[in-house]
């Protein structure tokens, strides 16, 4: 079936420094993946779509120059967090529409930790 | 801002039939009924999903009322393993944005 591969599952980074999260899927092709921050105990918030070959579209109060978003192929989806800081720190989920199936499927997600 | 309704939390008796509801009184003609649910930690995993049919898969079984404002979905013999966050989402196909609710917390009661 259609997996999403989301790397690395944990990062520790200290402030200041930038922290790049891939998602890729497996087994087909996504033009187009999403990005999900999720406090603890809240839902997922839809960040950002990130679309194959052209700029992502960022929901409203997201900071496009703080969360970039590079969709440089048809499998690789890249959300990087530049000049983290320790309100940065969240469970951060890729996600894709999956290929022949009716439904999305979501990557493992990311716990990144600043300290 | 999401298109549903859920109960925030409900218990569920191991072996039992977990139901959990959901409201989407503005659903569209055209908008999907999508149930997924979350595991502590992990990813959103899909479960099934519906246009105006019931449906079932091996996972669970989902009931749209036939005026399309509500649904249930149906875990037949719940087990511990099924504690997680269930998420009703409304859309019309899956290349769409997901927009997440607050979904319901189900514990699964040994």
């Known amino acids: 079936g259609a997996v999403v591969s989301q790397h690395p599952s944990w990062v520790i980074c200290k402030s200041g420094t930038s922290v790049k999260i891939e998602c890729r899927s497996l087994?087909?092709?996504?033009?187009?993946m999403f990005w999900y921050r999720q406090f603890p105990k809240q839902s997922l918030m839809l960040m950002a779509t990130?679309?194959?070959?052209?700029?992502?579209?960022?929901e409203q109060g997201v900071e496009k120059d703080k969360f970039l978003i590079n969709h440089a192929s048809l499998t690789l989806s890249t959300l990087t967090v530049t000049s983290a800081h320790p309100e940065d720190s969240s469970f951060y989920i890729c996600s894709a529409p999956g290929g022949q199936k009716s439904e999305a499927f979501f990557g493992q997600g990311t716990r990144l930790t600043v300290v | 801002d999401a298109k549903t309704t859920q109960p925030p939390s409900m218990d569920c008796a191991e072996g039992r039939a977990a139901n959990l509801p959901c409201n989407h009184s503005?659903?569209?003609?055209?908008?999907?009924v999508y149930w997924y649910r979350q595991i502590h930690s992990q990813g959103p995993q899909y479960i099934i999903h519906g246009l105006k049919n019931n449906e079932t898969n091996e996972m669970a079984s989902l009931i749209i009322t036939e005026d399309r404002k509500s649904s249930t979905l149906i875990l037949p013999h719940a087990t511990l393993r099924d504690t997680a966050v269930y998420y009703c989402i409304v859309s019309m196909n899956r290349d769409d944005k997901i927009i997440f609710g607050k979904g319901t917390r189900l514990h699964i009661l040994p």
């Open positions: 087994d087909f092709q996504a033009t187009t």
């Open positions: 503005t659903i569209s003609g055209n908008e999907y």
């Open positions: 990130s679309n194959e070959g052209s700029k992502a579209t960022y």
